[in-house]
């Protein structure tokens, strides 16, 4: 069965902390996501990963960065975290590189005070 | 740049009725489309996919889809509604064209079954 394993699925931060939200998967899949869900927004895309130690901006790559240093593991990281970052934050990976369907994570809830 | 349009944030129907969820779409490339489900406080879940062939597409639990280039529409549809179906429903496009860039989203639709 496949499983994206996100770390952390509530996480209660102070504006301005360092923030690592990590994803592994066991797939073997090149490609990994990042998205950010808000109600009425929908799902939006941070940052991807189509390789390791590559990564390409989404739609909203602003206030985030990423690091893949291994196959399995993508990180998302929240250099000073703010309160508008308050959301869900959702992890996938994918083995084709066009047209496959994402398998996605549990989530990680992050509210910052 | 492709985009997903669902309408109605909030659709509620009674146990046993038909459920219609719509998805439009924009793509400038053949497109693939996909359905998602989402229970509270849980990911994504696959419900199916359309990539080429047969444009009427079975999904898990009873849902099915059908892709209609003409209308360029991907609604969802299931023909009697039970409780376990109320969650948010995703509609998603992903570009056939070159890149790794992942799905595009609509922004949701919460399914309410009414007893």
């Known amino acids: 069965d496949v499983k994206v394993t996100q770390s952390s699925r509530y996480l209660v931060k102070r504006t301005g902390e360092k923030v690592f939200l990590e994803c592994v998967q066991d797939?073997?899949?090149?490609?990994m996501f990042w998205y950010r869900q808000d109600p009425g927004l929908g799902l939006r895309l941070i940052y991807f990963?189509?390789?390791?130690?590559?990564?390409e901006k989404g739609d909203i790559p602003e206030g985030y960065s990423v690091s893949r240093e291994k196959k399995e593991r993508f990180s998302l990281i929240l250099e000073s975290a703010s309160t508008n970052q308050t959301s869900m934050y959702l992890c996938?990976?994918?083995?084709?590189?066009?047209?496959?369907?994402?398998?996605f994570g549990e989530g990680s809830r992050l509210t910052v005070l | 740049a492709q985009s997903v349009t669902q309408l109605g944030s909030h659709v509620s129907v009674s146990e046993g009725a038909l459920v219609l969820l719509r998805c439009n779409y924009s793509?400038?490339?053949?497109?693939?489309l996909f359905w998602y489900v989402q229970y509270p406080n849980q990911g994504l879940q696959l419900l199916l996919k359309?990539?080429?062939?047969?444009?009427l597409v079975k999904g898990i639990n009873g849902f099915e889809a059908e892709f209609k280039k003409s209308e360029t529409s991907f609604h969802l549809t299931k023909p009697s509604a039970h409780m376990s179906d109320a969650a948010e429903y995703f509609c998603?496009?992903?570009?056939?064209?070159?890149?790794?860039?992942?799905?595009?989203f609509g922004k949701g639709t919460h399914l309410i079954i009414q007893p």
């Open positions: 996938a990976s994918s083995f084709q590189r066009v047209g496959g369907e994402l398998f």
């Open positions: 797939m073997d899949h090149e490609n």
């Open positions: 990963s189509y390789d390791v130690k590559m990564k």
């Open positions: 793509s400038s490339v053949p497109p693939y």
């Open positions: 359309y990539t080429t062939g047969a444009t």
């Open positions: 998603a496009v992903r570009s056939s064209g070159g890149g790794a860039d992942g799905l595009t």
